[in-house]
């Protein structure tokens, strides 16, 4: 089983929304797609779903071409909107209806995730009646109602609070357990950090970095190093060639070439008898991949 594109173009006009995409999903697992504010994102998760059409490439699932309507499969959009004035039941037996499940078969699901989730007592009442953080429940439900072999969740945490944040965490982690293909677009990168093996990396439509996310900060190796002292040390740092990624009055933040190059630097400190509270040689965070990749 896999799940394949290539080589998948988005034009309007003379701009160029997404530019030549590739990746692979070639086990179950959860996919990190990432990028600013108009890199391609979500054009990109909605030419997969057939709602946008594709100037070029393929979407192949099991070397076939890739359908919602043949292929079970979830949507969590973005844009957050169910319709307010149908009920919850009615609207979630509609969706599960569009998905080809018949009302006894959506039925017993809706029960279930809305026990699972906590809102069985909203089941007869309007969506309008329904706090956000619970009409996102209904989305999420809308999504996982036909237990998807594909889930796609475009900023799945955005808006909850703490205690829904995990609740929809630990149900993403049970559909990774069950081998669902996930596909996650998101700008909180500790999210991406916490469920994806993989990852892409958009700018502007074009694909500036991808693969596994664990080797990809290896190949960064430890050479960032943060620093806490007592004393400023801000003229012991500029004797270095290094870039400096922050420079607070808690902490300072900077890239070094090497580890020779972070014990000198520790070496100077001691020397001058400054008192250190923290010397930590490290990979990069996510966020600071991130920002390396599309910062201008």
Same mark, same amino acid.
């Given at each position: ?9 988005? *034009?309007?006009?003379?701009?160029? !929304? ?34 946008? *059409? ?14 919602? *309507? ?38 017993? #699901? ?16 309007? !969506?309008?009646?329904? #706090? ?53 677009? #998101? ?16 700018? *502007? ?28 040390? #801000? ?13 607070? !009055? ?47």
């Amino acid at each position: 089983m896999g799940f394949v594109i290539k080589n998948l173009i988005k *034009k309007y006009g003379e701009y160029t !929304a997404v530019d030549d995409l590739s990746f692979s999903m070639d086990s179950p697992g959860v996919l990190g797609l990432l990028g600013t504010n108009g890199a391609g994102k979500t054009t990109t998760i909605r030419m997969i779903l057939g709602m946008l *059409k594709k100037n070029g490439g393929t979407v192949k699932w099991n070397n076939e071409n890739f359908s919602p *309507k043949t292929i079970p499969t979830g949507y969590l959009a973005e844009e957050r909107g169910i319709y307010s004035k149908f009920t919850v039941l009615d609207q979630l037996i509609y969706f599960a209806q569009l998905k080809g499940m018949s009302k006894k078969e959506a039925l017993k #699901s809706i029960d279930y995730w809305l026990n699972r989730l906590g809102i069985p007592e909203y089941k007869n009442k309007k !969506a309008e009646k329904l #706090s956000k953080g619970n009409q996102q429940k209904i989305q999420f439900i809308a999504a996982l109602i036909s237990d998807p072999e594909l889930l796609i969740l475009d900023e799945p945490l955005s808006g909850l609070d703490p205690v829904n944040t995990d609740l929809f965490k630990d149900i993403i982690k049970e559909q990774v357990a069950k081998n669902k293909y996930i596909i996650m677009s #998101s700008h909180q990168m500790s999210t991406i950090e916490e469920f994806c093996e993989n990852l892409i990396i958009l700018n *502007k439509g074009k694909t500036v970095l991808k693969g596994n996310l664990n080797n990809i900060k290896k190949s960064y190796g430890r050479n960032h190093l943060s620093i806490k002292c007592e004393e400023d040390i #801000s003229s012991i740092i500029e004797k270095y060639d290094v870039e400096v990624i922050n420079n607070s !009055a808690e902490i300072i933040d900077i890239q070094v070439k090497n580890e020779n190059q972070a014990n000198d630097i520790l070496k100077d400190i001691v020397k001058n008898n400054i008192h250190l509270i923290k010397f930590e040689l490290r990979e990069p965070t996510l966020h600071e991949i991130f920002i390396e990749k599309v910062g201008d």
